[in-house]
């Protein structure tokens, strides 16, 4: 394995590595799905005639989300682990780097920025897939209806899986997650745009 596969994998066995890596990958992930769903009402809204169209925005919109998850996560956590780096070294009073300290806050950083970067890609692509069929098996309405339907899917799994890691009730937490897909929907098709 190479050195930098073995480094996320290590980063990986840690809890709080992958404690951080949830957060950021479902809050950008929730992020995407709810941005599909006003990308997919705002299409058919504005009458855009075919679903390829619509999923070409939609690709542009899950670009642009997963680069700033990507570049913000690896910025921000960039800045903390030197900070939190320079706290060990003023109490250790040495230099960590080229050291395991310095080893792990890589992997946990790489870690971290990619988790959040694929959120917000899952969240958008995969709603935005029923206007693949649109024009041969779906009408732009049913496209539509389709997509709001697989975002809030989305969301509901996001808050299943996190009650299962806080020992919530799965269909509460989902339905929680799920109904901000359904007021963003109702939002763009009752609000002027």
């Known amino acids: 394995m ?13 809890e709080d590595v992958r404690s951080i890596s949830r957060r950021y990958f479902i809050s950008n992930g929730f ?3 709810l941005t599909s769903i006003g990308v997919t009402v705002g299409a058919y809204l504005s009458g855009i005639p075919d679903g390829l169209t619509v999923f070409s925005i939609g690709i542009g919109a899950a670009i642009g989300l997963g680069t700033s998850g990507v570049w913000s996560v690896w910025e921000i956590e960039r800045a903390e682990k030197r900070a939190e780096r320079a706290r060990i070294e003023h109490a250790m009073l040495t230099d960590l780097a080229d050291t395991r300290v310095q080893r792990q806050q890589a992997g946990a950083r790489q870690v971290n920025a990619l988790m959040s970067g694929i959120g917000p890609i899952i969240g958008v692509v995969l709603p ?3 206007f693949l069929a649109e024009g041969t098996l779906l009408s732009m309405r049913a496209a539509t209806l ?6 809030v899917g989305i969301l509901f799994a996001f808050g299943a899986y996190l009650a299962t890691i806080s020992e919530q009730s799965w269909l509460v937490a989902g339905a929680r997650m799920g109904l901000a897909g359904v007021l963003v929907a109702v939002l763009n098709f009752l609000l002027p745009g």
């Not at 389709?146 to 975002?151: D, P």
């Open 128 to 130: 935005m897939v029923p």
């Open 146 to 151: 389709i997509s709001i339907g697989v975002a």
């Open 2 to 14: 190479r050195s930098p596969l073995r480094r996320l994998v290590r980063a990986l066995e840690r």
């Open 31 to 33: 992020d995407g799905a």
